[in-house]
């Protein structure tokens, strides 16, 4: 895959912005980056004077934006999603990489839609939001004042993925789709063998959903997990049946 190609796969994902302007500055910064594809998820409507006065010569960026209701539909179509977010929790992502380690798992993905989710001015991404992506990237900033507006984030994290990708001559890794199949049937064997204790399964399936997001499977791969844990669990089964 050419430079170009692999820069022009990257999708950034607005969640709900709440200004045109706003938006205009992320054309901007996404154009002097090699980027054009735009998604925004919600059901806002937006004053296009105040886009353009910020976009300029980006403004087609705008013209031609994904629209998508939720967040999930947005995704569901790439092989790497990353929520950026300068939060850690109980209820978000076990860790973050820097942007120069984001541009090398790129580096490491043959084709598919790679989409980079940034959330709402005012206070980011929920956690049920960056659930949804496979993994977390974090902009390195002071303590004393950790706050970058949005266009900010996204011209930092863009110039760094333009300035690291590289040609890639990876394979072809399964979607957020495949995956979340995966998963299921992951979580569904061990529900059969009694693996869990009150309500387990959700924290259970997120643990292995954000490993093997990071592993960028292929199919043969996927495949093979699969016939192993349901195996586990016919092997258990069976077991309890003697």
């Known amino acids: 895959m050419e430079i170009e190609e692999n820069l022009a796969r990257i999708r950034i994902v607005l969640v709900e912005p709440q200004d045109g302007a706003n938006i205009g500055a992320v054309c901007r910064a996404m154009k002097t980056m090699g980027m054009n594809e735009l998604a925004i998820v919600g059901e806002r409507e937006y004053d296009a004077n105040r886009v353009k006065t910020l976009a300029l010569h980006a403004y087609d960026l705008y013209e031609n934006h994904l629209s998508f209701s939720t967040l999930k539909e947005a995704l569901n179509e790439s092989i790497l999603s990353v929520g950026a977010s300068r939060r850690r929790g109980k209820n978000r992502k076990y860790f973050a990489l820097l942007p120069e380690q984001l541009a090398d798992r790129i580096n490491t993905l043959g084709p598919g839609t790679v989409s980079l989710v940034f959330g709402r001015e005012a206070d980011g991404l929920t956690d049920a939001e960056l659930a949804l992506c496979h993994m977390g990237v974090k902009i390195p900033t002071s303590e004393a004042f950790p706050s970058l507006n949005l266009a900010q984030a996204v011209q930092i994290i863009t110039y760094t993925l333009f300035r690291e990708i590289t040609v890639n001559l ?24 009694n693996f869990y204790k009150q309500n ?6 997120r643990f292995f959903r954000d490993i093997l997001a990071r592993a960028t499977l292929s199919e043969k791969e996927a495949q093979r997990l699969e016939k192993m844990y349901c195996k586990m669990a016919r092997l258990k089964v069976h077991k309890q049946h003697e």
């Not at 387990?200 to 399936?205: A, G, H, K, N, T």
Request: charged content about 30%; proline content about 7%.
């Open 200 to 205: 387990e399964r959700p924290e259970v399936e």
């Open 170 to 193: 990876g394979f072809t890794p399964i979607t957020e789709q495949r995956l979340q199949s995966l998963v299921t049937i992951i979580g569904d064997s061990f529900e059969k063998i």
